[in-house]
């Protein structure tokens, strides 16, 4: 079996922040039930997942940043029910912190760059000094961009430079530009090299694994396409390495999110689907105040100006100003502002809102079982995976057309899941969803779009062929 090591700072249920924890929480177990044995390492953060795990130290050793000697230890997770063996890279006053990426005042950590080239150099250092050999390396956006670099351009790493390094971009707003200082927490390398790491003046990590890695992919094929078409300066870059970039459509985990056997959902799915949906939806309302069989639409998701959440409050007020036929759960965290704006809703529009301001697993999962229609009016978005769990529940998509929601939602008028509209702006985003109504008031044509999405394979199963494919012909290129 090909042996694959998973880097990444996320995963699925150790750590997460957006859906590459997902992603790295199952891909692995899908690739193991084919013809790869794959494994994860991310940081030993504090989350409680983590802390109540037992580990064994695998590995312990240091590495020199300048003046600074740095002291790390590998561990494995004892006992894994998770489809894959889990290591983490234990990096003392660097990662030992209850938050993935956010201090307490809700910005980003200010050593956020110096940890995550500590982080990398851990793994090459570990991989380097045991006996643990992997065919290949797969990376997972700019906090392990430097990867292929440093295999292929730092002395140290000479024995492993030859390993195959693939890399994802799940996010490509993120690139992790750097000072020219942090060069210093890097191994040696020749200076006449530096251009692999230099865009725009800086030293950006991801626009390095664009250089260096062996093969580039992104979380959908649509997504692909617009960095080629539109990704700022680094638009020419990806079209320079096209011959190496590709898009592969993310998955959903079907153990997971499983109609018939969520623990999370107060009614599992039998033989009726809109029994089930009803069921819920009747018991999810009851809970928040909402009317019980009113058209219920939802959103789900960060509160960020990507995912087009501050559109939402205005929306809303212009889809009460025309109907109050229709009710909307919203369930995210983030942004305040819209946040604020979404309680404001809520009050204003007591029966027909309700706005959580949390960020809640299990209530998520109820969410997905109950609403009629998903809300996604996304400014972009690489895959998106929301509109694939709605869908497995029998939810209806709403969607702008843009990334993997063009793979996934295309508009049901011409043959496809859900409804698409073209821009993030309110009033689209309300025309959209008076759409939806249209269509839930023709049950007929509810029910049999509902039982088309919910019969839908989104499963990781597709895609971990596709990647167990493109590591062979790495491996044995």
């Known amino acids: ?69 740095i002291k790390f230890k590998i561990k494995k997770l004892k006992k894994s029910d998770l489809g ?5 890279v234990d990096i003392p006053d660097y990662f030992d912190r209850p938050s ?22 851990a793994i090459l250092d570990w991989i380097l000094e045991s006996k643990e050999a992997f065919e290949l390396l797969h990376c997972h956006d700019h906090m392990t961009g430097l990867i292929p670099f440093m295999l292929q351009q730092c002395r140290k790493y000479k024995k492993i430079a030859n390993t195959p390094v693939f890399f994802t971009i799940h996010n490509g707003q993120y690139q992790g530009s750097l000072d020219w200082e942090l060069r210093n927490y890097l191994p040696k390398y020749k200076l006449e090299h530096e251009g692999l790491l230099e865009w725009d ?36 870059l990806v079209n320079h390495e096209s011959r190496k970039c590709t898009g592969i459509l ?46 219920l639409v939802s959103f789900i998701g960060r509160l960020a100006y990507e995912k087009g959440a501050d559109i939402i409050p205005e929306a809303i007020n212009i889809v009460m100003s025309k109907t109050k036929d229709i009710c909307f759960i919203l369930l995210g965290s983030g942004d305040p502002t819209v946040g604020d704006q979404l309680k404001l809703a809520d009050h204003k529009y007591k029966k027909n809102v309700s706005s ?24 972009f978005e690489p895959c998106g995976l929301n509109q694939m769990y709605a869908m497995r529940y029998g939810t209806i998509p709403i969607a702008r057309y843009t990334g993997g929601l ?19 702006t309110p ?31 989104f499963s990781w199963d597709h895609a971990a062929s596709n990647y167990a494919h493109q590591y062979n012909l790495l491996i044995n290129n």
């Not at 998520?364 to 009016?377: T, W």
């Open 356 to 379: 959580i301001i949390a960020y809640d697993e299990a209530l998520a999962h109820q969410i997905y079982a109950s609403s009629d229609f998903l809300m996604m009016p996304s400014r």
């Open 100 to 121: 993935i990426y956010l201090a307490a005042d809700g910005h980003g950590y200010p050593d956020e760059a110096e940890r995550n080239i500590l982080f990398q150099r």
């Open 427 to 457: 009033g689209e985003l309300a025309n959209a969803i008076l759409r939806a109504k249209s269509i839930f008031d023709q049950k007929k044509e509810l029910y049999k779009l509902r039982y088309k999405i919910s019969a839908l394979d």
């Open 201 to 236: 003046g800086r030293l950006n990590s991801l626009a390095a694994a664009i250089k260096c890695a062996w093969q580039v992919n992104t979380v959908s094929p649509a997504y692909m396409q617009e960095l080629k078409k539109e990704f700022g300066s680094l638009t020419a």
């Open 406 to 424: 063009k793979d996934t939602v295309p508009d049901f008028t011409v043959g496809g899941n859900g409804i698409s509209f073209d821009h993030t």
């Open 250 to 295: 993310n998955g959903i985990d079907h153990e997971v999110w499983d109609p018939k056997n969520d623990n999370h959902i107060d009614f599992n799915l039998d033989d009726s689907l809109n029994t089930f949906k009803q069921k819920n939806k009747s018991s999810l309302a009851g809970k928040y105040g909402l009317f019980k069989t009113k058209m």
């Open 1 to 69: 079996m090909t042996k694959v090591l998973y880097i990444s700072t996320e995963c699925y249920p150790a750590a997460k922040a957006g859906g590459m924890g997902d992603v790295v929480g199952a891909l692995p177990k899908y690739l193991n039930k084919q013809s790869v044995n794959a494994s994860v390492i991310i940081p030993k953060y504090k989350t409680a997942w983590i802390e109540s795990k037992s580990w064994q130290k695998v590995h312990d050793s240091k590495m020199e940043c300048g003046e600074l000697i």
């Open 84 to 88: 894959f063996p889990l290591y983490t």
